[in-house]
């Protein structure tokens, strides 16, 4: 049995950003970044924290699972955009929520978080140390974006996605298929650094990437970690039901498609209208699809991610 995913929620902040605005700011055009990338619009907090989206997505998260606060064990959240350091942004959820029961720790694998996450929900349900967990991705990617920088400005929003996820079965008969890989050697590709620390050398507080290189290392690896998920659970490319993967570009998401041979059908997108959210696109996308009733029970999904570190993964589950 998989861990079922008992609730899911997101959370939008309402100020929505097109492209027409932000080709006000840079040299770019509506045309460009949605022919390179797909975004069309996304939504950029003003009021909003990580920690207060983060909690608006776990508790719809919550309620859809209809379950109660204390029910969970352990609250993760996934971010690189955090507006403090401590207490963790898991901490203001536990408070928030009032998850009295709930361990709760803050990880950052970037926008392979969601999946992070999962495995790391998964080792602690198989080594029977909890039953329920509350996953989010919460990111307000506006705090590091350099709207001076077209390469960047472009791609980024604000948002968070949440999931509950619950053991309904004893540990070992839990079905964990999940792969995370990294490659510190090439962290150079999307950096960002604090403001704090003595050997920061050079500080800069915005997002700075090299996007060909990120593209590239995208559409290669995403599929080889999907190849491996398929492999391990010995279920074939054809019997997948969605791909939902992290909604970085368009491009990647349809690249990677065509290296799996698969029709852009099962490939669920949300990227034109909330453009790359980081850690909480994964979350999100699933919430939408559960919500639209995209997804049947039963059904085979692979989830994958990747991004700064780098780090990518993915996991297969039956919905
Ligand atoms: N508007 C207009 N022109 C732009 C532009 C913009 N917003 N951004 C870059 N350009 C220009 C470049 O300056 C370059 O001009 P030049 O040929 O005169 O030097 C040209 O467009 C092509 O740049 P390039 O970087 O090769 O474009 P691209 O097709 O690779 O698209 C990205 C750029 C950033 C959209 C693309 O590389 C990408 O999406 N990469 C992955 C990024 C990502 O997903 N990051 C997060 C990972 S989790």
Known sequence: MFIKFAGTGSYLPPKVVDNFEISRMVDTSDEWIQTRTGVVTRHIAEKDTVASMAAKAGRIALEDAGMRPEEIDMVIVSTVSAEQVLPCVACEVQKELGLVNASALDINSACSGFITGYQMVAGQMKAGMIKNALLIGSESLSNGVDWSDRSTCILFGDGAGAAVLRMEC?????EVTC?????????HHLTCSVGHGKHKVP???YYRMNGREIFKFAVKKVPEVI????EKQGVSVEEIDYFVLHQANKRIIEGIARR??????KFPMNVMRNGNISSACIPMLLDEMSREGKIKPREKLVLAGFGAGLTWGGFYTEW
Not at 170 to 174: D, G, H, K, T
């Open 170 to 174: 004893p540990p070992e008969e839990l």
């Open 260 to 265: 799996l041979g698969q029709t852009e059908e």
């Open 227 to 230: 190849g491996e998920v398929l």
């Open 179 to 187: 792969i995370m890989h990294a490659d510190g050697s090439k962290g």
């Open 203 to 205: 500080f800069d507080e």
